[in-house]
C-alpha cells in the first residue's frame, strides 16, 4: 500500500519570500501525485497533480511541483507567497490498481507580513 | 454548477443519537467518498463506492453505514454518536475510480459529539 508523509506540520513565510513544502511518498511502482489546498472552512482544491512525462507540472495560483523518483519526493514550490496563500496544504499519492487516493497529514502554511 | 453539496454544514448531536449526513454530486461520477479530517491526522478515509449499488470500507470504517442506491447521492449514517466522531467530514467525488483521479470535494460538514 502507499503512504505519504508530509515532515512539516507548520512552515511560516514571510511574504514576498520563496516557499518550499515536502512531500515524501512509499510506493514501489510511479505514483499518480497530487496537491490540494484548503483555506479555512473550505473542502480541499486540487493545486496540481503529476501522472508521467515531465517531472515539473505546473498548477493554478502560481503554484509548481517537481518528482523526484530517486528521493521519492514531490515537493510543492511557489516563487513569491502572497498573503492569501495562508492555507493548509496536503499531499495525496494514488496508485495503479486502487480505487483510492492517501493523503498526508497536511502543512499549515502561515504568511507573515 | 453545484459540484459537491454536503449537508448539514454544521450540526451537534448528543451521545447516542443517530444520524445522516447527505452528499450529493452533479457531475454524473462514478466514485464517491467520504473522509473525516481531525487535528493532525489529515484525511483519513472511511467509506467508497466505485458506483451505484457498490460500497466498501475505507481506513476508519467502524460506527459509520454507506449506502449508494443513486449516482449522485451518497450518504453517510452515524448509528450512534459517539464523541470520538467529532470531526469534519467531507464527501468528494471523481469521475472514475482509480488512482490517477483528482477528487472533488464539498466543503465539509463539521460535526460536534456531546
Redesign the interface.
Known sequence: AQSVTQPDIHITVSEGASLELRCNYSYGATPYLFWYVQSPGQGLQLLLKYFSGDTLVQGIKGFEAEFKRSQSSFNLRKPSVHWSDAAEYFCAVGAKGYSTLTFGKGTMLLVSP | NAG?TQTPKFQVLKTGQSMTLQCAQDMNHE?M?W?RQDP??????IH?S?GAGIT?Q?EVPNGYNVSRSTTEDFPLRLLSAAPSQTSVY?C?SSPQ???????H????TRLSIL
Open positions: 459537491v466514485y467518498s473522509y493532525g491526522m489529515g484525511l483519513r478515509l467508497y466505485v466498501d475505507g467531507f468528494a475510480p482509480g488512482g490517477n483521479q483528482p477528487q470535494f464539498g466543503d465539509g
